[in-house]
C-alpha cells in the first residue's frame, strides 16, 4: 500500500447543488479500487485560472488514500470516464506522511457546501439529466487530457515534458 | 580579509536552500505566484536566484498548478 494524494477539481456549480452526490461519486471510485482513504479536505470555489470545459469557477478537493500501486492505471481510468471530476492529479506522497490540515495561502480548507440547499434544488435533477447525454461526447476530450494526468505520477521529468502539452 | 559575514553567506544561497525547503507544494499558489511572471511565465534563476535543485522543483509545481487551473499557462488573470 502506497500513500498518494489526489485532488478533483469539480466544476462549481456542480459542487454546489450536488455536492453529496459529487463526492459519493469520486469517493466510490477510489473504494472500488480498494483504496483506503485517509483524509479528506474541500478546498472552496475559486476562479480559475483558465476556462476548463468552458467552466471558469471550479472547487477542490483534495483527498490523501493508501491503495496498491498496480491498481493506480485502472483508477485512473475510471476516474476520467467519470463526470464528477473535470481534472484530477494523483501524485505520491513522497514521505508517505498524510500532511496537516492547511491553509494554502489565502485558500482555506472550507465546509462542504450545504445539503440544505438540497431542498430548494431538489426539483433540478431532472433539468440536470437531461443535458447529461449531450455532455457524454466531451468524454472523448476527457480521455485526451487524461493523458497528461497519467503522466504526472510517473515521474518528474517524463511528466513534466507531458504536462507542458 | 575577514570571513564573509553571515548575513552574505544567507542572501547568496537561494530562498528555498535557507529555509531548507524539501518540496515546493503545487498547491501552495501563493507561493507560485512568487515565482512567476505577471504572465504567468516562471522566473529565470537568475532572476529568482534559486538552485538548480530548488528551480525544478518549482518548475514541477507550476506545471502541477497549471494543470488543475490553480496557474495559468499564459497571461494572468485575463
Known sequence: MTLYECMFLVEAGRASRHWEETEKELTGILEKHGAEIRRQTFYGERKLAYPVKKHRRGAYLLTYFEADPAVIEELRRDLTLSEAALRYLILKVEDGVVPEERSLGTWEPTARPQPAAAPETAPEPEAKAAPEPEAAPEEAEAAGGGEAEAAAEAGPGEADAKEEE | ?78
Do not use: W
Open chain 2, 1 to 78: 580579509m575577514a570571513p564573509k559575514s553571515r548575513k552574505f553567506k544567507d542572501r547568496a544561497r537561494c530562498r528555498f536552500c535557507r529555509e531548507k525547503v524539501e518540496r515546493i507544494d503545487y498547491k501552495d499558489v501563493h507561493l507560485l505566484q512568487k515565482l512567476t511572471t505577471g504572465q504567468g511565465k516562471l522566473f529565470s534563476r537568475k532572476r529568482s536566484g534559486n538552485c538548480a535543485r530548488h528551480q525544478r522543483m518549482a518548475k514541477l509545481a507550476l506545471k502541477r498548478a497549471r494543470f488543475m487551473a490553480l496557474m495559468p499557462y499564459v497571461g494572468g488573470q485575463g
